[in-house]
């Protein structure tokens, strides 16, 4: 396959898909994290462009109805321009570049220059839209044959901003289009509906075929409307629908009352739920995950950032001597990635802790000590919070046994203190640090619009630092108002309680003190007041 030599720029074509994050390619992922400069559309994922790196220059090209930041001329100028210059050039495109994303156009344009191209298919919400409300396009028992179609044909004068009519006219072949296959799939048809149904009934489709509007397709807003091409059209007013939307048309509609399943309440219990996650980045792929899975949309700001410390030397002496300690804690997560790098560079691995007993502070941190050391805890406690540890020690006698506790720079002293008044010795390492991140003006944004539903709390420093990033803002008042409409989920008592230091009434606190826990604890307040 063709790739950019050194110092010679290409254009990478990728399909983004149709929004889910999930659902872009590995090869896309691959280009999209080497590219210098990243040419993305609306209908690109947020999450998506998180795979680009961080130095990458992001320009936005996004194209709705009647308005474009760029021509279409103008976007193929840019990339030629920037590939020119020896940059490696990602042009995401939602859906598949080849199917009615002028991919086609930009390839050509590319070709013209002598710029190098390569195009990485993408899923195209023709089939994925469908899909993710339950509508096969195909089915051995309702449709053997489906049809993809543009809700508008090329009219350039869209591209000089000159307003048209919206008529799915053009030069389309209605008689042969309306009997071309069982499903008809219209993409970017909404503003020509009424003239899209029209002309099919015209042309001999029965007025009770199914038709189901797809708005959003595989996005937590995702928004589905039913009908049929006699009565769509009112339906779709009603509802207040408008584009993004795929059109699918056909007797495959009728199995989205058995095949629903995105959104579905009954199987998705946070579908349409946008959840705030403040946890840092380095741990937040696992909630952010579980909550996806069950359908919420998920706004990412880490309100701290982790930092290794880089003075190795206290931690390095002690895992050379690990075996002059009777224990050693984990309280963290953050902590086994670190204790696994020096381990590395010390030529050290498991056999270091045959002679020292392992604690971990909760399920999450002992599976990673499982998975990234190959180290089962020897004691874990029923609840992940330092009071519980120490309640529930399973070591009777700790006069003059030593005890390792590498941790966060500013964590609490509980555990220390009561470890050393059961007569152990206690040597705490701190080996990273909690940074604050400056409040994202996004996060702000959704507050003061009331669409955020819920904000997860992980850990006490996460309360801390949102509070601290909202006391530098110039709303401080006003969004700290619209934050007591909010939902806020604590994953445990100990960050409930700091919640409540800062004036504010946790609304959940996790009865089971893990991410899973919390996700579930999420679940239950909604179902009850939904």
């Given at each position: 396959?063709?790739?950019a030599?050194?110092n010679?720029?290409v254009?990478?074509?990728i399909g983004?898909g149709p929004?889910?994050?999930?659902?872009?390619?590995?090869?896309?992922?691959?280009?999209?994290?080497?590219?210098d400069?990243v040419?993305y559309d609306?209908?690109?994922?947020?999450?998506?462009l998180?795979?680009?790196?961080s130095?990458?220059?992001?320009?936005y090209v996004?194209?709705?109805s009647?308005?474009?930041?760029?021509?279409?001329e103008?976007i193929?100028?840019?990339?030629?321009r920037?590939?020119?210059?020896?940059k490696?050039v990602?042009?995401?495109?939602g859906?598949?570049?080849f199917?009615?994303?002028?991919?086609g156009e930009e390839?050509e344009?590319?070709r013209?220059?002598?710029?190098?191209?390569i195009?990485?298919?993408g899923?195209?919400?023709a089939?994925?839209?469908?899909a993710?409300?339950?509508i096969?396009?195909t089915?051995?028992?309702a449709?053997?044959?489906?049809?993809?179609?543009?809700g508008?044909?090329r009219d350039d004068?869209?591209?000089?901003?000159?307003?048209t009519t919206?008529?799915a006219?053009?030069r389309?072949d209605?008689a042969r289009?309306?009997?071309?296959?069982d499903t008809l799939?219209f993409?970017?048809?909404?503003?020509?509906?009424?003239?899209i149904?029209?002309?099919l009934q015209e042309?001999g489709?029965?007025?009770q075929?199914?038709?189901?509007?797809?708005?959003?397709g595989?996005w937590?807003?995702?928004?589905v409307?039913?009908?049929?091409?006699?009565?769509?059209?009112?339906?779709?007013?009603e509802?207040?629908?408008?584009p993004?939307?795929v059109c699918?048309?056909?007797?495959?509609?009728r199995l989205?009352?058995?095949?629903?399943?995105?959104d579905d309440?009954q199987?998705q219990?946070?579908?349409?739920?946008r959840?705030?996650?403040?946890?840092a980045?380095?741990q937040?792929?696992s909630?952010?995950?579980?909550?996806?899975?069950?359908?919420a949309?998920?706004l990412?700001y880490?309100?701290?950032?982790i930092e290794?410390?880089k003075d190795t030397n206290?931690?390095?002496?002690?895992l050379?001597s690990?075996?002059?300690?009777?224990?050693?804690?984990?309280t963290?997560?953050?902590?086994v990635?670190?204790?696994?790098?020096?381990?590395?560079?010390?030529?050290l691995?498991?056999?270091?802790f045959?002679?020292?007993k392992?604690?971990?502070?909760g399920?999450?941190t002992?599976?990673?000590?499982?998975e990234?050391l190959?180290i089962?805890a020897?004691?874990v406690?029923?609840e992940?919070v330092a009071?519980?540890?120490?309640?529930q020690w399973?070591d009777?006698e700790?006069r003059?046994?030593?005890?390792?506790?590498p941790r966060?720079?500013e964590?609490?002293?509980v555990?220390?203190?009561r470890?050393?008044?059961?007569g152990a010795i206690?040597?705490?390492?701190p080996v990273?640090?909690?940074v604050?991140?400056?409040?994202a003006e996004?996060?702000?944004?959704n507050l003061m619009t009331?669409?955020?539903?819920a904000?997860?709390f992980?850990a006490?420093s996460?309360?801390k630092?949102l509070?601290?990033a909202?006391s530098?803002?110039a709303?401080d008042?006003?969004?700290r108002?619209r934050?007591r409409s909010?939902c806020l989920?604590?994953?445990?008592?100990?960050?409930?309680q700091?919640?409540?230091?800062y004036?504010f009434e946790?609304?959940?606190?996790?009865e089971?003190?893990t991410?899973a826990g919390l996700v579930?604890?999420l679940?239950?307040y909604?179902?009850?007041r939904d």
């Amino acid at each position: 396959m063709l790739e950019a030599e050194e110092n010679q720029g290409v254009v990478y074509l990728i399909g983004a898909g149709p929004g889910d994050p999930g659902l872009l390619t590995l090869r896309g992922r691959e280009l999209l994290m080497q590219a210098d400069i990243v040419v993305y559309d609306r209908l690109v994922h947020p999450a998506v462009l998180d795979y680009a790196r961080s130095e990458a220059l992001r320009i936005y090209v996004g194209k709705a109805s009647a308005r474009h930041t760029l021509t279409q001329e103008e976007i193929n100028a840019l990339l030629i321009r920037h590939a020119q210059e020896g940059k490696r050039v990602a042009r995401l495109k939602g859906g598949d570049p080849f199917v009615f994303g002028r991919g086609g156009e930009e390839a050509e344009a590319c070709r013209a220059a002598g710029v190098p191209y390569i195009v990485v298919p993408g899923i195209t919400s023709a089939i994925a839209a469908p899909a993710y409300a339950g509508i096969p396009v195909t089915h051995r028992d309702a449709a053997s044959s489906f049809c993809v179609i543009t809700g508008h044909e090329r009219d350039d004068g869209k591209e000089s901003g000159r307003r048209t009519t919206g008529s799915a006219e053009g030069r389309r072949d209605w008689a042969r289009l309306a009997h071309a296959a069982d499903t008809l799939i219209f993409l970017m048809g909404v503003e020509a509906l009424p003239e899209i149904v029209a002309r099919l009934q015209e042309h001999g489709r029965d007025p009770q075929t199914p038709v189901a509007l797809v708005q959003w397709g595989t996005w937590p807003q995702q928004r589905v409307v039913s009908g049929t091409l006699a009565d769509i059209v009112d339906r779709i007013r009603e509802a207040g629908l408008g584009p993004p939307a795929v059109c699918v048309v056909g007797e495959v509609v009728r199995l989205r009352e058995r095949l629903r399943w995105f959104d579905d309440p009954q199987r998705q219990p946070l579908f349409g739920k946008r959840i705030l996650v403040t946890r840092a980045r380095e741990q937040a792929s696992s909630l952010v995950e579980l909550l996806r899975i069950r359908g919420a949309e998920v706004l990412e700001y880490p309100t701290i950032r982790i930092e290794r410390l880089k003075d190795t030397n206290e931690l390095d002496k002690a895992l050379q001597s690990l075996n002059g300690y009777a224990w050693i804690v984990i309280t963290s997560v953050n902590t086994v990635p670190v204790i696994a790098e020096r381990l590395e560079a010390l030529q050290l691995d498991a056999r270091a802790f045959s002679m020292t007993k392992v604690a971990a502070i909760g399920p999450a941190t002992a599976n990673a000590l499982r998975e990234k050391l190959g180290i089962r805890a020897d004691f874990v406690p029923t609840e992940a919070v330092a009071e519980a540890l120490i309640d529930q020690w399973p070591d009777s006698e700790m006069r003059g046994k030593r005890v390792l506790l590498p941790r966060a720079r500013e964590a609490r002293e509980v555990l220390p203190e009561r470890l050393r008044a059961m007569g152990a010795i206690v040597d705490v390492i701190p080996v990273y640090e909690t940074v604050a991140v400056e409040l994202a003006e996004a996060v702000v944004e959704n507050l003061m619009t009331g669409s955020i539903d819920a904000i997860t709390f992980t850990a006490s420093s996460t309360v801390k630092n949102l509070m601290q990033a909202l006391s530098r803002g110039a709303d401080d008042l006003e969004v700290r108002a619209r934050l007591r409409s909010v939902c806020l989920a604590a994953i445990g008592p100990v960050t409930g309680q700091t919640l409540k230091e800062y004036g504010f009434e946790p609304t959940i606190v996790a009865e089971e003190h893990t991410i899973a826990g919390l996700v579930k604890a999420l679940e239950s307040y909604f179902a009850q007041r939904d």
